[in-house]
């Protein structure tokens, strides 16, 4: 059980494009869902935490109006990089947590993004 | 301000053990996780903790002490396929994921 799927795995665009990344909830419902960066080498950093049906709440230093999060359902978070640069390229992951007491979340597969 | 502290990268050799130290300085403390990632992958869950002592599961252990903000994990039996980094995370008073900047595992034949 508690996994969670990330789609696409693997993304190319040009610049100034957007990008959208679906992250769901197959087997269970998530009250609240997670998006992570992680660059080459480094650990996970905390982009926004998104709960259903309410706006997400964006770390500092994240843009909200670039990074778009909307989590429509118990089972399904989107994260929109809008007008896309090269400086964007990195492992985009999110995770999933169903409101139990063990506070565990459980992550997605992750989507590679490469902005050219 | 929040503080979560594991060594960059250790070295072992297979069928050796090692044991993986995080220190976390954090407002509040909920539990600690620790996480497993391959290169390239996300990280998958390997134990948590939120009371003193040594939680075994097969091959990994971990253990906390909540008065000296400590924990470590422990690998028994080294494969080879252990080798990836080894992530530390502290749950804050806020319910919020504190990660620690995780520990690279060489794994030596």
């Known amino acids: 059980g508690a996994v969670v799927s990330q789609h696409p795995s693997r993304v190319i665009c040009k610049s100034g494009t957007s990008v959208k990344i679906e992250c769901r909830s197959l087997d269970f419902q998530a009250t609240t869902m997670f998006w992570y960066r992680q660059f080459p080498k480094q650990s996970l950093m905390l982009m926004a935490t998104s709960n259903e049906g309410s706006k997400a709440t964006y770390e500092q230093g994240v843009e909200k109006d670039k990074f778009l999060i909307n989590h429509a359902s118990l089972t399904l978070s989107t994260l929109t990089v809008t007008s896309a640069h090269p400086e964007d390229s990195s492992f985009y992951i999110c995770s999933a947590y169903s409101g139990d007491r063990s506070y565990e979340q459980y992550f997605g597969p992750g989507t590679r993004l490469t902005v050219t | ?109």
């Open chain 2, 1 to 109: 301000g929040q503080n979560i502290d594991q060594p960059t990268e250790m070295t072992a050799t297979e069928g050796a053990i090692v044991q993986i130290n995080c220190t976390y300085q954090t407002s509040g403390f909920n539990g600690l996780f620790w996480y497993q990632q391959h290169a390239g992958e996300a990280p998958t869950f390997l134990s948590y903790n939120v009371l003193d002592g040594l939680e075994e599961k097969g091959r990994f252990s971990s253990f906390l002490s909540r008065s000296k903000g400590y924990s470590y994990l422990l690998l028994k039996e080294l494969q080879m396929k252990d080798s990836a980094s080894y992530l530390c995370a502290v749950i804050d008073s806020n319910y919020q994921l504190i990660w620690g900047a995780g520990t690279k595992l060489i794994i030596k034949p």
